[in-house]
Each structure stands twice: as C-alpha cells, then as structure tokens.
C-alpha cells in the first residue's frame, strides 16, 4: 500500500493560494500536504486571512493566527500583499507565471478590479489550471458563508430535531465538500494536461457542491415528493439507524442497523421476545412502528452496561459505537494516526491531516 503522505507525489507542483476562509485554502492544503509548493496571498491591509481573528475566547487575543486558520492552511508559505498597490499586483503576476495551479475565491467584481478574472488569466497564461470558486455562480455577485448555504440547500431544514430546534452542521460542511468538488476538477484539470499540455480554468460553487451532497435526501424528494423533518440523529429511510439509547449507567451510544439481516441478529442477541418479532420483520414496518421500537429496545438496553453492549454487537458484527466527545475521539490511537504536528513561526500546531486514503 503506498503511503502519499510520505511519497509526496506533487512535490514539484506549484499552486498559488490567493483564496480565503475555508474551501479553497482546504484545496490549497490538500496538494501542500502531498507534497506541492503552495504560496498563500493574503491582504496585507486586513492583517490577512480573515480565519485568523476567528478564535476561541481561550486563544489569545495578540496572537497573529489561530486554531481555525491552521485548520485550512498546513505547509503554506505566507505572503502579504496588497492588491491595490500596483507594484504588489505585478508581484502577484510574477507568482502566476511560476506556478501550475491557482486558486482563487474572489467575486467576479473584485476579481475584475485586481486584474485576476479567470478567462484573461487563461489567455495570458495558457498552461495554467485556474481553480475558480464562488458562492453560487461567477456571474452572481451574492456573497455565501456556508451558514447561508446550509439554510439555501434544505440542510438546515433536515437538522436538529423539530421545526422549533433547527440546527446548522457543527463543521462548515459545505465549505468542506466544495473543497472536495474543487480538488476532483483540479486533478481532472491536471490528468487533461498531461495529454493537451493545456491549463483549464475549473468553476465549483457552494451551492452547488452543496446540492451534490443531498444524495437520498433530495432523491427522496424528486422521486416520491417527500420532504424531510428534522430527525435529530434518525434516517428517515432506516430503523434502528440513528436511534440513540443510554446503557444502565446513562452512557450513550447509536445503533446503525443497515438490513433486516443485521435486525435478526439485534433482536435475537437481545433475548426478546419472538411473539413481537413479526411487527418489525422488515425495515418498512420498523420505520412505521419506530417509536414502539425504541421503547422495547431502551428498556432492554439499560439492564445492559456499554462494555456488555460492546461485546455482543461486536460478536454479532451489529454495526454501533458510543457518542464520544472530541476529548474521547482523540484519545483513541486511530485517532491520532491522523492528526499532524509542526511548528510556524514558534508556534506548536496540531491539526487533523488533509488525506484520508491510501492507494494500493
């Protein structure tokens, strides 16, 4: 199996990162992490990156970066520029011309201003493969934090557990699954290069990308027109799937029971009663009769502790896990396999690694 995050198999790439929050730096610390030269431009009139004031009330205020900001922008190097300044504009050109990947998040009228719209990027630099992200279209000029693409998307509408307790994703999720649909483009950009010797401008939007991500959710809605509540944890298609339960000392934990196969070996595991079992034969009768489900199965589970939980469902291969806090998560040593350590600047960074694969 090879290990990318020690082959670097981008080492002699080079990409320049002017974007800023999340998704195009995530993209620009993808191809870092594996290897690439990726020079971050920030405004030097800001202070820079935005995510650099976005700290916790722990993190102190003097410092000039914070944990969000190394989140999204391992292994970069820093440049501070302004873009207004025509001597920094002709320094920027000067990073184009040595590099094979930009990305860029500017709004087609910033982007106009600063002399970076993509299609006159192209035309001066030919090879080049410009990474073009927006939060809607290029044409459209709507600004688009990922809270508001949750809220445009229906996610929002899909979480938390009733229409009086909505809740966002804890993480900037779409943010994230746009870096993703910017990444594939970019390496398909690369892969047509190799044969073309041509760069390509790519175009992803938030929206978009979030769209993408609705997968059974929104097949559920164009096929059969149903529009999903807030579930909190639940599947609407699935049950026992994201039920949550409590063993006898109040530890919780959910089920992800997948098949009525994996259903029979719960039930029986359980030691309940056979006369019950026909109501919850088949996946659709449990999900009509969920709540009568999780009634027998809550009381069943709270003579049970989490470790004799743990024992039968592993032994029956029932897929469930305990709802761990983060502090629970990164005590465990899969866990930590994939976290990272540097130092920038004097300052010790930890951070969860970019690659999540390993090819064979």
Known sequence: MQDLKNDLPFKNIRVLDISSVLAGPLAGSFFAELGAEVIKIENKLTGGDVTRQWKLPAESPDEPYSAYYFSANYGKQEVHLDLNAIEDRVR????????????SNFQKSVAEKLGVLPDDLHKKYPQLII???SAYNFEDQRPGYDLVMQGETGWI???????????KLPVALIDIIAAHQLKEAILI???KKTTSGAGSIVHVSLYDSALSALVNQASNYLMAGYIPKPLGTLHPNIAPYGDQFTDKYGIKFILAV????????????????IEKYPTFERNNERVKYRKLLQQI????????SLDDISVMMMKEKIPFCAIKNLDQ????VDALKMTKKYTVDNIDVTSVSHIAFKIT
Request: glycine share 6%; no cysteine; proline share 2%.
């Open 92 to 103: 920027l050109h000067q990073y184009i011309l040595k590099s094979d990947i930009l990305i």
């Open 189 to 191: 950009a690369m892969w």
């Open 157 to 167: 509408s899909m979480t938390g557990t009733d229409d009086n307790h909505l809740s």
């Open 297 to 304: 199965l809550r009381k069943k589970f709270r003579s049970f």
């Open 131 to 133: 990474g073009q992200l």
């Open 258 to 273: 997948g098949s009525d196969a994996q259903f029979n070996k719960l039930w029986f595991t359980l030691n309940l009663p």
């Open 329 to 332: 998560v990164f005590n465990d």
